[in-house]
């Protein structure tokens, strides 16, 4: 189940660096949060696409696992 939807959710602090939470959301309105705090000048846009893509390959590995186990 990849995730389909995200919000993200920024915050500067006030020594530069960035606050963030990530909700992701797959196809069956499951919510995941990520939430961290990064140091200035780091591309928040390729930070999250990366999130997601290491996300989804959890989710595949799980669903991956269940078909495995449901078939024995």
Do not use: C, W
Not at 37 to 59: S, Y
């Amino acid at each position: 189940m990849p995730i389909v939807s995200h919000i993200l959710k920024t915050t500067q602090q006030a020594n530069g660096q960035i606050s963030y939470e990530l909700r992701m959301s797959d196809q069956d309105g499951t919510v995941y949060l990520r939430a961290s705090i990064v140091d200035p000048g780091v591309n928040i846009d390729t930070l999250v696409a990366q999130k997601i893509a290491e996300h989804n390959e959890i989710l595949a590995a799980e669903e991956f696992e269940q078909i495995v186990s449901e078939d024995r």
